[in-house]
C-alpha cells in the first residue's frame, strides 16, 4: 500500500480556527517533502516544502513540522479561511531518480463560515 | 495561473478513437511531468521528461504514448483507451536538475472520459 497517507480524510473548522492536516511516511530514506492544495477543478498548488535537514518551515499563514523520528509531517494553517476549502496532499521523495514523489490520498479541509 | 496550460480542460472519447493532450509551461522550466489522477487514489506519476529525454516511464500500457519536442511543450497520444483510463491527467513543470528533485507545478488538467 502507500506509504504516505493520511490519519483523516476530512477535517472540518470554523472560520479563523487554526488548522493542522497530518501525513505519515514509511520510508527513512525520504528526504524532501511537499504539501500542495487542490481545489475543485484545479490542478495541485504548491504550498510550502521541506527537506529532511530541517524540521520546521514557515510560510504566509502555513507551517510544516518534519519528524522524521516517528516519520510524521503536518501542515498548519493559521486563521483558517473559506478559500482554504480544498483537498490538501503531501507528497514525499524517496532520493534517486527526477520526479519521484510519491502522493498521499489526501485531505478534504472545509471551513464552516 | 501557475504557467502551466493544458488543452483540451475536458475530453470524451470512445475506445476507439486516437486523441491528444497538450500541455505548454511558460516557466522556462527543464523538466515536465504527465500523471493520472483518479477518484479517491493519490496521483500516479506516468512519464517524467528531462530536458526533453524521457527518463521515467512507471509501467504505463502502450496505450499512452509521450512526445516531448522541446522543454516547453508536452503532449499525450492516447489510442484504443479502456474506460478504466477516464480520469484527471495533470501535467506539471519543474526546473529540472540531474539527479534531484525540485517543486513541480501543475497545470489545471484534463478530464478525460472514456466510453
Known amino acids: 500500500g502507500e506509504s504516505v497517507g493520511l490519519h483523516l480524510p476530512t477535517l472540518s473548522v470554523q472560520e479563523g480556527d487554526n488548522s493542522i492536516i497530518n501525513c505519515a511516511y514509511s520510508n527513512s530514506a525520504s528526504d524532501y517533502f511537499i504539501w500542495y492544495k487542490q481545489e475543485s477543478g484545479k490542478g495541485p498548488q504548491f504550498i510550502i516544502d521541506i527537506r529532511s535537514n530541517m524540521d520546521k518551515r514557515q510560510g504566509q499563514r502555513v507551517t510544516v513540522l518534519l519528524n522524521k523520528t516517528v516519520k510524521h509531517l503536518s501542515l498548519q494553517i493559521a486563521a483558517t479561511q473559506p478559500g482554504d476549502s480544498a483537498v490538501y496532499f503531501c507528497?514525499?521523495?524517496?532520493?534517486?531518480?527526477?520526479?519521484?514523489?510519491?502522493f498521499g490520498k489526501g485531505t478534504k479541509l472545509s471551513v464552516k463560515p | 495561473e501557475t504557467g502551466v496550460t493544458q488543452t483540451p480542460r475536458h475530453l470524451v472519447m470512445g475506445m476507439t478513437n486516437k486523441k491528444s493532450l497538450k500541455c505548454e509551461q511558460h516557466l522556462g522550466h527543464n523538466a515536465m511531468y504527465w500523471y493520472k489522477q483518479s477518484a479517491k487514489k493519490p496521483l500516479e506519476l506516468m512519464f517524467v521528461y528531462n530536458f526533453k529525454e524521457q527518463t521515467e516511464n512507471n509501467s504505463v500500457p502502450s496505450r499512452f504514448s509521450p512526445e516531448c519536442p522541446n522543454s516547453s511543450h508536452l503532449f499525450l497520444h492516447l489510442h484504443t483507451l479502456q474506460p478504466e483510463d477516464s480520469a484527471l491527467y495533470l501535467c506539471?513543470?519543474?526546473?529540472?536538475?540531474?539527479?534531484?528533485?525540485?517543486?513541480?507545478?501543475f497545470g489545471p488538467g484534463t478530464r478525460l472520459t472514456v466510453l
Open positions: 507528497a514525499e521523495n524517496r532520493g534517486g531518480s527526477q520526479g519521484n514523489l510519491i
Open positions: 506539471a513543470s519543474s526546473q529540472g536538475s540531474s539527479g534531484k528533485v525540485d517543486t513541480q507545478y
